[in-house]
């Protein structure tokens, strides 16, 4: 007889919702977890970085209080006050996710690493877990790569760069994807150095290269250095054998720097499971699953969250897909519904400012899927009466539409672009027709008036067709 009805691992944002919803259910809930409650997304991961950017953006629109006629001092950073301000956050969110809470909900939670003893069990603290089903939501770690010289010198990677005591002088980043980014611009506001090594042809190179070439700017204009397209061929300590880090390209090329963040990628937390005893198949991107989310290899286990390798979609490594995990699980493993895990509708924000937004497709994704009659529509922030009221009219949206008016995409560069992506998520994910967005009444003004006038604009040339004007010419004389 199992000891436990769901047994979850790791018990960051899939984890804790799986727990809850079964534990609500009145199912007998073990949750281990052997670190920090809350997981990456709260203790290192988005809430510490959306407030150290919180607070590099109120220093960056203290500089730039001129443009509304206002003449303020420079921004003095008090770092430790920005510090105080970052574990504000993170213990103001901590008792959501706390030990306490759990155990409240009759979870029994268990603080300790956790490896398989077989296909129904796993062992934790010392004590043996049976299960009827199992979840893992261990998450993942960010990317150490194997680079010379990197056991000699100091680095940080999210887990530690909120850590520090004091701002770091230049802050060397490698990599140029969303979190490399963020932290680039955040630095550099609060007043560091701040350079970003990219290895591959430009930053964000997942993102719309029409968005990225809007975004580049306004980093360099905060002070990053960004070098793209430049490959690290080893590191090392400074020929003075003072504190630091030199980065050594490739072709020969140095740069200097006092602190070196990794920000290359990340990896599954596979190590330490012994998932091959728990038949438990995975490979390089996490736990191989079917698209309900349950493993290839054994029946009684789900894997959730960044560590969940789903057929045909590989892993997504955004707080957003743990929480639909979660709910896909649900479904699947205590409902016992049909259900299929998708990507259609999926969002995704880098929080620089202004933010750059994709929902769906790209324009090259979609032309690369091979979607026929493919359609962009452009609105630029430059014809918005909002941005334009607040002096930030740089930025568009940027509409992929498909055959018959179905929106396959949709990029935003904008400030808070991110609080504008659900209406397109929404969207794509319910299969709305574009005249849906084109015939909303949107209050005004507001930014996401921009996304309208790019959907009205697909239906101006059949408006303005020879067809419709004949029809008015008849239609206007009848009485």
């Known amino acids: ?82 510090r105080a301000h970052v574990r504000g956050a993170i213990d103001r ?19 300790a690493p956790a490896h398989f003893l077989s296909p129904d069990a796993i062992e934790a603290g010392g004590r043996r877990f049976g299960f009827r089903r199992c979840v893992v939501a261990a998450g993942s770690a960010a990317v150490v790569p194997e680079l010379p010289g990197l056991d000699a010198v100091p680095w940080l990677t999210n887990e530690t760069i909120f850590d520090l005591d004091e701002p770091p002088a230049h802050l060397l980043i490698l990599g140029g994807g969303p979190i490399g980014l963020e932290m680039a611009q955040a630095h550099a506001r609060l007043g560091c150095a701040v350079t970003v090594l990219e290895g591959a042809g430009r930053i964000a190179g997942r993102e719309d290269a029409e968005l990225v070439e809007g975004l580049r700017p306004f980093l360099r204009a905060d002070g990053v250095a960004i070098r793209e397209g430049v490959r690290v061929a080893r590191v090392e300590a400074p020929e003075d054998g003072g504190p630091g880090v030199v980065a050594v390209l490739e072709g020969g090329g140095r740069v200097a720097g006092s602190h070196l963040l990794l920000a290359v990628g990340r990896a599954p937390r ?39 390798d789903p057929e045909g979609l590989g892993p997504r490594a955004f707080t957003h897909v743990a929480s639909q995990h979660a709910g896909i699980v649900v479904r699947s493993m205590l409902f016992r519904l049909p259900v299929r895990l998708d990507y259609d509708a999926l969002p995704r924000v880098t929080y620089t400012d202004p933010e750059l937004a994709q929902i769906g497709l790209t324009e090259a994704e979609a032309r690369e899927a091979g ?66 967005l084109a015939g909303m009444v949107l209050p005004y003004p507001t930014l996401s008036e921009a996304g309208k006038r790019a959907a009205g604009d697909y239906y101006t040339p059949r408006l303005l067709s020879p067809t419709t004007k004949r029809l008015i010419g008849w239609l206007k004389r009848l009485p």
């Not at 436990?4 to 007998?28: C, E, K, P, R, T």
């Not at 504008?420 to 027709?433: E, H, T």
């Open 371 to 436: 979607h026929e009659g493919v359609t962009v529509l452009r609105w630029p922030l430059s014809e918005n009466d909002r941005a334009i009221a607040e002096g930030r009219p740089e930025g568009m949206v940027k509409l992929v539409v498909g055959k018959r008016g179905r929106l396959l995409g949709a990029g935003i560069l904008a400030p808070r672009a991110g609080e504008m992506a659900g209406l397109y998520g929404l969207m794509i994910g319910r299969k709305l027709p574009l005249s849906a």
């Open 270 to 308: 596979l190590s330490g499971l012994d998932l091959p005893t728990g038949n438990v198949a995975a490979g390089p991107k996490g736990i191989a699953t079917r698209r309900d989310l349950r493993s290839t290899s054994n029946r009684r286990v789900w894997a959730v969250g960044d560590i969940a």
């Open 1 to 82: 007889m199992p000891d436990f009805d769901v047994v979850v691992i790791g018990a960051g944002a899939a984890g804790l919702s799986v727990a809850a919803i079964s534990a609500g259910l009145g199912l007998n809930v073990a949750l281990v977890e052997r670190h920090r409650m809350g997981g990456d997304c709260l203790n290192y991961g988005c809430v510490p970085s959306k407030a150290l950017l919180a607070a590099a953006h109120a220093a960056a629109e203290a500089r730039t209080a001129g443009r509304f006629g206002l003449r303020l001092p420079p921004p003095e950073v008090d770092w430790a006050g920005v």
């Open 93 to 111: 969110i901590a008792p959501n996710d706390s030990v306490a809470r759990f155990r409240g909900m009759g979870v029994e939670v268990v603080e």
